[in-house]
């Protein structure tokens, strides 16, 4: 069983930064694939970025080059840090976790709980 706990969220205005933390239970956090989604009010949740247990990354083109998805296996944590932040960009983040491949929407074994972004414009 792994828990996942995000953390990090909160309200910027444009332009500004965040760095979202999420930190996972468990001592086989290098065999599991971490992703980042979000869920704006009123919309489908959606993929942000992942890394692999390879260390592969992926990223939504909505947040290339603003997004960095890093990790680190030592503290069981991934991070994404957000520059350049829109209004866009607010919604629910959530940390997934899938063993040895990358979690998408549909297929995931384990949710954090969520943290909420706001940006104000």
């Known amino acids: 069983q792994v828990q996942l706990v995000e953390s990090g969220g909160g309200l910027v205005q444009a332009g500004g930064s965040l760095r979202l933390s999420c930190a996972a239970s468990?001592?086989?956090?290098?065999?599991?694939?971490m992703g980042w989604f979000r869920q704006a009010p009123g919309k489908e949740r959606e993929f942000v970025a992942a890394s692999s247990s390879g260390g592969i990354i992926y990223y939504a083109d909505s947040v290339k080059g603003r997004f960095t998805i890093s990790r680190d296996n030592a503290k069981n944590t991934v991070y994404l840090r957000m520059n350049s932040l829109r209004p866009d960009d607010t919604a629910v983040y959530y940390c997934?976790?899938?063993?040895?491949?990358?979690?998408?929407?549909?297929?995931?074994?384990?949710w954090g709980q969520g943290t909420q972004v706001t940006v104000s414009s």
């Open positions: 468990g001592r086989t956090f290098n065999n599991y694939g």
């Open positions: 997934a976790a899938r063993a040895w491949r990358v979690p998408t929407i549909h297929v995931s074994d384990y």
